[in-house]
């Protein structure tokens, strides 16, 4: 194609904000999109061609009508949804940025984007690793992994620690982090086979499926006698009400999501903070924007686990730009098993 | 009296475990104890005669069936009931005590008790302030008050600061820390006294009653437009919920106690926790009891506050030991303004 040539750029956008479950219908495919394959006359942005794109739990939030509390604006309705990815710099005004770079960060759900906030991109030096792993275990759900349990949680050797949503892009990266440092490690997912994942191919000492347990405050006294030390959130509601009743003193609590509370009109309610006191607990909230600085030392250490063997990561590609909007919405059905990729373009 | 007389002991028994709402017929005055004024021979134990008696909202759930979590084991039935204290020594097996001394920590609600448990007693060596300042400001709820503000909350100069329970023990001192250090305090009580209490003697920027308000959220809004950076929590329930909504990026919320809560059944829901992510919050429940070594430091910084009026203090004292039980179930229903004593003896 030629420099500046017009093509088609398919969208998914996003119909207008969504209250209770997200469908598939909520959002809509605009094959009629056209860009120009050129960055404007003195703009510094840069203009990328997609090639995968993440879907992340975050992102629901975008979805709704900005009354809730959250921290990042809501999508525009009837607008291109945006989410981290990884994609391939065709042109560029700005000066960090050339023509055939590889970047990962905040990108558009189409084949190809105009990225002005080049300030929230990384651009990808490390070419031995697939791609695609940029939008997980390399990228912002990798760096939220190592923020709240390094950062956040820490975490001593020998240490009892409990991951919710387990098999996750962020969980089964926890997980692996705290088995390196010799803690006894549990994880929970929703699906048989994603127990056996959790076991048997991440090493977790052992793991449960919640959707088989009537008690969960009953099924964390079976594989924590002892209690918890760490808490690892990513769900919410009635787990994190159990967890408490099962956390040893001076326990800590990563509060990194909710996902079962992201689709209810009005959250759980939780009944158990007192355990706060009576066990002296800390309980804090992390966004990985704040830990970003820690990003070259993360890649560092993360890259060579990889290539160690010491870590091993698992992805649930979707192809093609058109399974995004099902891809997306299975995270809150658990449809994915490992973190779930939308494949825009292989390069 | 001569030494090892028997005499009569008037004693406050705990008659069962209370569940609901604790009345003052669940406590009973015991008049036909007796006890001897001598430490048994070899024994290592003090005998104290006991002048002043702390009511303290944790008491609440020493009174509980030990089903519910807790932190310290509950009273026996038909026991007496045991607390933080003033008392003076009448006879020591114990090298570090000696008659004449005065101490303060774990006694007897009774006029003498023998005291096994030393290592939990403080001796007391600044007699220039009243004695009775001893179950508070310079005792137990003085150091919660030191604790959990200056190591848990972080605080920094012009920082916004909600206290709940403001008028209490411990909160009419962690406003006063807070205002000391230059931060903008607001404090919330059950009456209209309290809260004139909290502006016109505490020094409270602004201060306000929870009763007269329908809409906590709004209240808050009303007083902190810019949201709260540290909330010290003493109450529990609605309140936290509705500070949830309205802490700044970054709170703090010190977890003393939850006030509210401890008379119910089940404790009330809360809705608001996804605050801890998107506000990035800390959130961290803390016991005095892990701070003990700091209280040298604490006696220094307060009694010079003391003697400097740099921080003013209010107590409500009960007369006589039988006055007991009405003036700790006073406290569930707020009827106290300032700090609950009662007084067994003058000296």
Chains 1, 2 share one sequence.
């Not at 048997?200 to 793991?207: L, P, R, S, T």
């Not at 698992?314 to 449809?335: R, Y």
Request: charged share 20%.
């Amino acid at each position: 194609m030629g420099e500046g040539e017009e093509v088609g750029n398919k969208q998914i956008l996003l119909r207008d904000f969504v209250s209770g479950f997200p469908k598939e219908s909520d959002m809509a495919l605009n094959r009629s999109n056209t860009i120009q394959l050129k960055v404007p006359e003195g703009s510094k942005a840069v203009l990328v061609k997609n090639l995968y794109l993440s879907c992340d739990p975050y992102m629901r939030s975008r979805m709704r009508k900005p009354d809730a509390p959250s921290y990042i604006p809501p999508f525009t309705p009837a607008s291109v949804i945006t989410g981290y990815g990884v994609a391939k710099v065709l042109d560029s005004g700005h000066p960090d940025f050339k023509e055939g770079d590889l970047i990962w960060g905040m990108t558009g759900w189409e084949e190809y984007s105009l990225i002005t906030a080049t300030e929230a991109l990384f651009k990808i030096h490390y070419t031995d690793v697939p791609l695609s792993y940029y939008t997980g275990v390399l990228g912002m759900p990798g760096m939220t992994a190592y923020a709240g349990f390094y950062e956040i949680c820490s975490p001593k050797k020998g240490e009892y620690v409990f991951v919710s949503a387990a098999s996750g892009a962020v969980g089964q990266l926890v997980g692996q982090f705290a088995k390196l440092l010799g803690c006894y490690v549990v994880g929970s997912a929703g699906t048989n086979e994603k127990v056996d994942l959790l076991k048997n191919k991440f090493g977790f000492d052992e793991a449960f499926n919640y959707k088989d347990e009537t008690n969960l405050d009953v099924a964390l006294k079976r594989y924590f006698p002892e209690g918890i030390d760490i808490y690892f959130e990513n769900v919410g509601g009635k787990m994190l009400d159990a967890v408490l009743l099962n956390m040893r003193l001076h326990g800590r609590i990563a509060v990194c999501g909710m996902i079962s509370q992201y689709n209810l009109e009005q959250p759980e309610g939780l009944h158990n903070l007192f355990s706060i006191i009576a066990k002296r607990i800390r309980m804090e909230g992390f966004l990985v924007v704040d830990y970003y600085h820690l990003y070259p030392k993360f890649l560092d250490l993360v890259r060579q686990y990889i290539k160690g063997g010491k870590i091993v990561y698992v992805e649930d590609k979707a192809e093609g730009l058109e399974s995004g909007p099902a891809a997306l919405i299975g995270l809150f059905t658990g449809k994915n098993v490992g973190k779930q990729v939308v494949v825009v373009a292989h390069e």
